[in-house]
T-cell receptor
Framework: EAQVTQNPRYLITVTGKKLTVTCSQN?????MSWYRQDPGLGLRQIYY???????DKGDVPEGYKVSRKEKRNFPLILESPSPNQTSLYFC???????????FGQGTRLTVV | KQEVTQIPAALSVPEGENLVLNCSFT??????LQWFRQDPGKGLTSLLL?????REQTSGRLNASLDKSSGRSTLYIAASQPGDSATYLC???????????FGKGTRLHILP
């Protein structure tokens, strides 16, 4: 089954404690991205990757890092989480140019 | 910068009615436009993808149209059902960088 898998689904952490949210897709898609979704602000892109070892900033990259060492995985790293990063995070992938985008089920992160 | 606007922000209609959700975008240099459905706290499910060369796409009770030159798309839902209650998101995919930009969505409530 074609899917994008994020882990964990829920996470509560404390300010400053490094964390990683994993994302994996099984469709051999080149393009992967991370979004955060906040009430009243909609979905905003954090980072994206057009292929292995190619990453670029989205609209709200501050406080986040990503890596793309393999095509299937695109982890989101918060080196020093802060309360303003409390949000619902989504990973997505597509193969580019007129293809459907697939989304993970989301990770609800709370930073206290 | 692409701006995507969805009107109305929220809509409640009785079961059985036909309805139209509107989406407008400022930059017509798009590969395609997708309509997604999101249930509360859940991930996004792609409903329809319209390529930039197409005028409309249909899937069951759903019909999406695209007028790229005027920067408009509509999602038509026929014979609405309570199970259609969700947030519907419009998302054009940009030519320039293959980036998908989201509107803030229309929150639809179908009254039984």
């Amino acid at each position: 089954e074609a899917q994008v898998t994020q882990n964990p689904r829920y996470l509560i952490t404390v300010t400053g404690k490094k964390l990683t949210v994993t994302c994996s897709q099984n469709m051999n898609h080149e393009y992967m991205s991370w979004y955060r979704q906040d009430p009243g602000l909609g979905l905003r892109q954090i980072y994206y990757s057009m292929n292995v070892e190619v990453t670029d900033k989205g609209d709200v990259p501050e406080g986040y890092k990503v890596s793309r060492k393999e095509k299937r995985n695109f982890p989101l790293i918060l080196e020093s989480p802060s309360p303003n990063q409390t949000s619902l995070y989504f990973c997505a992938s597509h193969t580019g140019m007129n293809t459907e985008a697939f989304f993970g089920q989301g990770t609800r992160l709370t930073v206290v | 910068k692409q701006e995507v606007t969805q009107i109305p922000a929220a809509l409640s209609v009785p079961e059985g009615e036909n309805l139209v959700l509107n989406c407008s975008f400022t930059d017509s240099a798009i590969y395609n436009l997708q309509w997604f459905r999101q249930d509360p706290g859940k991930g996004l499910t792609s409903l329809l993808l319209i390529q930039s060369s197409q005028r409309e796409q249909t899937s069951g009770r759903l019909n999406a149209s695209l007028d790229k030159s005027s920067g408009r798309s509509t999602l038509y839902i026929a014979a609405s059902q309570p199970g259609d209650s969700a947030t519907y998101l419009c998302a054009p995919d940009m030519n320039r960088d293959d980036k998908i930009i989201f509107g803030k969505g229309t929150r639809l409530h179908i009254l039984p």
